[in-house]
């Protein structure tokens, strides 16, 4: 069962899966097109819609003023106008909807449009908007002991300053909706969202509907990487308005450049840091100030602070802390939700610390580390003790398993023989907690029928998007009924059948639902074994086992296959349906004093990070990224392993070439995939290995199989650092910058730069 393959890869090979720009148009469907500002920031003075809307085929161009509800969107903050109504706050704000008998005609009426709009200072950097005093949310602060006093106890301190770019998630589908009234007034909308309920609530406030008349189908995403957890939700809204007025069917599906310009990214930050050693090379003290770009509106950016502060000391212990973000303002496109969320900016901030630290002091950056990393019953500033960590084990399993001393010395011979090549290496230990970090998200509910013929269909809260989650769902009923996988069908993620769902977010995805699914499972299976038990004048003693499609008692076939037990079962009346609820036990947080026990369960890994430089151009390649990684006990090893391989190829990304560029005016100029790089096949590491660390697994895991989704992204950054080194090998002149992404560009400054 663990080498099942993703039940998905059949179709996407073959073209047959669908999204949502696959669904066969309906006869009448509309098409809609969204006009939006020209401008970062500026008062609208008049937009002109006269000829656009005389153009023979445009049906309605929808505005603020078409809005039967409220004209809001804001998931946390009520602070985001669905149609901007008289000022604009960024480049690509949406202001209306054109709805046209095809894309073509929308298209054209688009260029008939005239607005006028007088200009407004634009701010597009967060320590900008933080000196002019513009801020999302007031700032949210973790404090463990008392930090003052640990920087006296310091034999020294370094402060410095880092930052970090944001990040186009770049799914491969874009954006997209496509919604159909249905009778009295209902409506259905098939949306590429995370967050089915939020689009079906958000719908419901805009509309000025009860949530009940508005059902949200999901059925799988062509990726999302937190770009579709909230920012899915505006197109849904945008296309079910339509839908709802006109009573047509409306497809709104974004263009790839529409996309790029007009939605959220990862969260550029600007960080300034102080950090604090004893002569032992422990932190005593650390103390941060992160800006945070937030861009216009709130959006997640207060949930993506909390975890920002949550994963600030990463695999460490340190004993005094203060940590402090805040939200900037800025003229930009609402940032937003993408894998690690705000985890990654929070633990390259501390890395570049250590970093730091160790250039100062003359010391290996790999012995602070070590001397650091967290144990048993050390505290994390947020209050939580640490339990079952694995931060040593994983540490010294990468140093001895993919022989890091050998490799050291290999690199400074090669860096000794070779002027134009350098070697750089690089330690990236991680520790990434698993729960939503706002505790009442984390539950969830299945709904498992099995039909008369024995056959099962199985409905969850969570969204496929490429992680394979269905086929976690598939193994976790397949394992419960010891029924073949084939008779099993997992269903689309549909508001109708689970309600109140939380988003597939924050890698719980498999934990929550699962949990849920093998909860009903197991109900289904008791009814079942009681059944079988009174049919059979068994004992409540005897064992009932379901294998291989049969029932076994006392580990002995009875001759009883599953098909017949059901048949049976239904006609003695037994409901073979089940719906079941999951809440991850025992954790809590307490906002008013930032402490608490917020995650279920921690997840830890080391990574190993091999790069040369061509010191004549300032390009670079991976030799090699080695891993162990703590899966728990994988229910899926195929699965996980390929969460791990695109979770460190995007946070390489990440921090080596994805470089976001908005111009003074708040324009995006990295707005295609001609200017904006993003990985591919040659620039991947030539080797990777990913080994599972060697554990009993975790209780509170799906299968004692640990989530996965984001945890590993933050191996990336230590591709940072690997560079880094190798430019220091070069350039004895080169003086420390945490300025991510290192880009061949910066590479090439800094192999050149002189004091
Ligand atoms: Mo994910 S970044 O929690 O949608």
Same mark, same amino acid.
């Given at each position: 069962?663990?080498?099942?393959?993703? =039940?998905?890869?059949?179709?996407?090979?073959?073209?047959?899966?669908?999204?949502v720009?696959?669904?066969?148009?309906?006869?009448?469907?509309?098409h809609a097109l969204v006009f939006d500002s020209?401008?970062?920031?500026?008062? &609208?003075?008049?937009?002109?819609?006269?000829?656009?809307?005389?153009?023979?085929?445009?049906?309605?161009i929808f505005t603020y003023?078409d809005i039967p509800g409220e004209n809001q969107i804001g998931g946390i903050i009520p602070d985001e106008v669905l149609f901007a109504e008289?000022?604009v706050h960024f480049m690509g704000q949406p202001i209306a909807l054109i709805v046209?008998?095809?894309?073509?005609?929308a298209?054209?009426?688009k260029?008939?449009?005239?607005?006028?709009?007088?200009?407004?200072?634009?701010?597009?950097?967060?320590?900008?908007?933080?000196?002019?005093?513009?801020?999302?949310?007031?700032?949210? =602060?973790?404090?463990?002991?008392?930090?003052?006093?640990?920087?006296?106890?310091?034999?020294?301190?370094?402060?410095?300053?880092?930052?970090?770019?944001? $990040?186009?998630h770049?799914y491969?589908e874009t954006q997209g909706s496509y919604a159909?009234?249905?009778? /009295?007034?209902?409506i259905?909308v098939v949306s590429s969202t995370q967050g089915p309920t939020s689009v079906q609530m958000t719908i419901a406030k805009v509309l000025?509907?009860?949530?009940?008349?508005i059902?949200i189908?999901v059925?799988?995403l062509?990726?999302a990487?937190g770009g579709k957890e909230d920012q899915a939700t505006p197109w849904a809204v945008m296309a079910a308005l339509a839908a709802y007025q006109? $009573?047509?069917?409306v497809k709104l599906i974004l263009e790839r450049n529409d996309d790029m310009r007009m939605t959220g990214k990862?969260?550029?930050?600007?960080?300034?840091?102080?950090?604090?050693?004893?002569?032992?090379?422990?932190?005593?003290?650390?103390?941060?100030?992160?800006?945070?770009?937030s861009g216009a509106a709130a959006d997640l950016s207060?949930?993506?602070?909390?975890?920002?502060?949550?994963?600030?000391?990463?695999?460490?212990?340190?004993? /005094?802390?203060?940590? +402090?973000?805040?939200?900037?303002?800025? /003229?930009l496109p609402p940032n937003t939700a993408?894998?690690?969320?705000?985890?990654?900016?929070?633990?390259?901030?501390?890395?570049?610390?250590?970093?730091?630290?160790?250039?100062?002091?003359?010391?290996?950056?790999?012995?602070?580390?070590?001397?650091?990393?967290?144990?048993?019953?050390?505290?994390?500033?947020?209050?939580?003790?640490?339990?079952?960590?694995?931060?040593?084990?994983?540490?010294?399993?990468?140093?001895?398993?993919?022989?890091?001393?050998?490799?050291?010395?290999?690199?400074?011979?090669?860096?000794?023989?070779?002027?134009?090549?350098?070697?750089?290496?690089?330690?990236?230990?991680?520790?990434?907690?698993?729960?939503?970090? !706002?505790?009442?998200?984390?539950?969830?509910?299945?709904?498992?029928?099995?039909?008369?013929?024995?056959?099962?269909?199985?409905?969850?809260?969570?969204?496929?998007?490429?992680?394979?989650? !269905?086929?976690?769902?598939?193994?976790?009923?397949?394992? +419960?009924?010891?029924?073949?996988?084939?008779?099993?069908? &997992?269903?689309?993620?549909? +508001?109708?059948?689970?309600?109140?769902?939380?988003p597939?977010?924050?890698?719980?995805?498999?934990?929550?639902?699962?949990?849920?699914?093998?909860?009903?499972?197991?109900?289904?299976?008791?009814?079942?074994?009681?059944?079988?038990?009174?049919?059979?004048?068994?004992?409540?003693?005897?064992?009932?086992?379901?294998?291989?499609?049969?029932?076994?008692?006392?580990?002995?076939?009875?001759?009883?296959?599953?098909?017949?037990?059901?048949?049976?079962?239904?006609? $003695?009346?037994?409901?073979?349906?089940?719906?079941?609820?999951?809440?991850?036990?025992?954790?809590?947080?307490?906002?008013?004093?930032?402490?608490?026990?917020?995650?279920?369960?921690?997840?830890?890994?080391?990574?190993?990070?091999?790069?040369?430089?061509?010191?004549?151009?300032?390009?670079?390649?991976?030799?090699?990224?080695?891993?162990?990684?703590?899966?728990?006990?994988?229910? !899926?090893?195929?699965?996980?392993?390929?969460?791990?391989?695109?979770?460190?190829? $995007?946070?390489?990304?990440?921090?080596?070439?994805?470089?976001?560029?908005?111009?003074?005016?708040?324009?995006?100029?990295? /707005?295609?995939?001609?200017?904006?790089?993003?990985?591919?096949?040659?620039?991947?590491? =030539?080797?990777?290995?990913?080994?599972?660390?060697?554990?009993?697994?975790?209780?509170?895991?799906?299968?004692?199989?640990?989530?996965?989704?984001?945890?590993?992204?933050?191996?990336?950054?230590?591709?940072?650092?690997?560079?880094?080194?190798?430019?220091?090998?070069?350039?004895?002149?080169?003086?420390?910058?945490?300025?991510?992404?290192?880009?061949?560009?910066?590479?090439?400054?800094?192999?050149?730069?002189?004091?």
């Amino acid at each position: 069962m663990s080498s099942m393959t993703n =039940k998905d890869s059949n179709g996407h090979v073959r073209g047959t899966s669908l999204f949502v720009d696959d669904i066969n148009v309906r006869e009448g469907t509309l098409h809609a097109l969204v006009f939006d500002s020209p401008s970062a920031h500026g008062k &609208i003075i008049k937009v002109d819609y006269s000829k656009a809307a005389e153009l023979a085929g445009v049906e309605q161009i929808f505005t603020y003023k078409d809005i039967p509800g409220e004209n809001q969107i804001g998931g946390i903050i009520p602070d985001e106008v669905l149609f901007a109504e008289n000022e604009v706050h960024f480049m690509g704000q949406p202001i209306a909807l054109i709805v046209a008998k095809s894309l073509a005609i929308a298209k054209k009426a688009k260029e008939l449009i005239k607005i006028e709009i007088e200009e407004l200072p634009v701010v597009t950097k967060a320590r900008e908007a933080f000196d002019k005093g513009l801020l999302i949310s007031p700032p949210r =602060k973790f404090e463990l002991n008392d930090v003052a006093k640990g920087f006296e106890e310091s034999d020294y301190v370094f402060e410095g300053t880092t930052f970090t770019n944001g $990040q186009e998630h770049l799914y491969l589908e874009t954006q997209g909706s496509y919604a159909f009234p249905l009778e /009295n007034g209902n409506i259905k909308v098939v949306s590429s969202t995370q967050g089915p309920t939020s689009v079906q609530m958000t719908i419901a406030k805009v509309l000025g509907l009860a949530m009940h008349r508005i059902e949200i189908e999901v059925n799988r995403l062509g990726g999302a990487f937190g770009g579709k957890e909230d920012q899915a939700t505006p197109w849904a809204v945008m296309a079910a308005l339509a839908a709802y007025q006109l $009573q047509k069917p409306v497809k709104l599906i974004l263009e790839r450049n529409d996309d790029m310009r007009m939605t959220g990214k990862r969260h550029p930050y600007e960080s300034t840091f102080k950090i604090g050693l004893n002569k032992d090379l422990k932190i005593i003290a650390f103390e941060v100030d992160y800006y945070q770009n937030s861009g216009a509106a709130a959006d997640l950016s207060p949930a993506i602070t909390e975890r920002t502060l949550f994963h600030a000391t990463n695999s460490y212990f340190v004993k /005094n802390a203060k940590l +402090t973000v805040y939200s900037c303002k800025t /003229n930009l496109p609402p940032n937003t939700a993408f894998r690690g969320f705000g985890g990654p900016q929070g633990m390259y901030v501390i890395e570049a610390a250590i970093v730091k630290a160790a250039a100062e002091l003359q010391v290996p950056v790999s012995k602070i580390q070590e001397v650091n990393l967290l144990q048993d019953n050390d505290v994390f500033p947020y209050g939580q003790l640490v339990q079952n960590a694995a931060t040593k084990k994983v540490w010294q399993e990468v140093k001895s398993q993919f022989n890091w001393k050998e490799k050291q010395k290999e690199i400074t011979d090669f860096n000794k023989e070779n002027t134009q090549y350098k070697k750089g290496l690089s330690l990236m230990p991680i520790t990434f907690g698993i729960s939503f970090t !706002n505790t009442p998200m984390n539950h969830a509910r299945a709904l498992v029928h099995i039909y008369q013929d024995g056959s099962v269909g199985i409905s969850t809260g969570a969204v496929e998007m490429g992680q394979s989650v !269905n086929t976690k769902m598939l193994q976790v009923a397949a394992d +419960t009924f010891g029924l073949n996988p084939d008779s099993i069908k &997992i269903e689309t993620t549909n +508001t109708t059948r689970i309600a109140n769902m939380s988003p597939t977010a924050a890698s719980t995805g498999a934990d929550l639902n699962g949990k849920a699914l093998q909860k009903a499972c197991n109900t289904l299976k008791t009814r079942l074994v009681n059944y079988i038990i009174a049919a059979n004048n068994l004992k409540d003693s005897d064992s009932i086992t379901f294998k291989d499609d049969e029932v076994y008692v006392n580990d002995r076939s009875i001759d009883l296959g599953w098909k017949q037990l059901i048949s049976d079962a239904f006609l $003695q009346r037994i409901s073979l349906s089940e719906h079941a609820h999951y809440t991850t036990p025992e954790i809590h947080f307490d906002k008013s004093i930032e402490k608490g026990h917020p995650f279920a369960y921690h997840v830890y890994g080391t990574a190993l990070t091999v790069v040369t430089v061509d010191c004549i151009r300032g390009t670079y390649e991976f030799d090699s990224v080695e891993i162990v990684h703590d899966f728990g006990k994988s229910m !899926n090893q195929g699965i996980d392993v390929g969460q791990v391989e695109g979770a460190l190829v $995007q946070g390489i990304g990440w921090m080596t070439m994805e470089e976001i560029s908005y111009d003074s005016k708040g324009r995006l100029a990295s /707005n295609s995939l001609s200017g904006y790089k993003v990985p591919d096949i040659f620039s991947v590491p =030539k080797k990777v290995t990913v080994k599972a660390l060697d554990t009993e697994g975790e209780a509170m895991a799906i299968l004692k199989s640990k989530a996965v989704g984001e945890p590993p992204l933050m191996y990336g950054i230590g591709a940072y650092f690997a560079i880094q080194n190798a430019i220091k090998a070069f350039n004895p002149d080169y003086q420390l910058k945490f300025d991510a992404p290192m880009t061949p560009e910066k590479v090439l400054m800094g192999l050149y730069e002189r004091k």
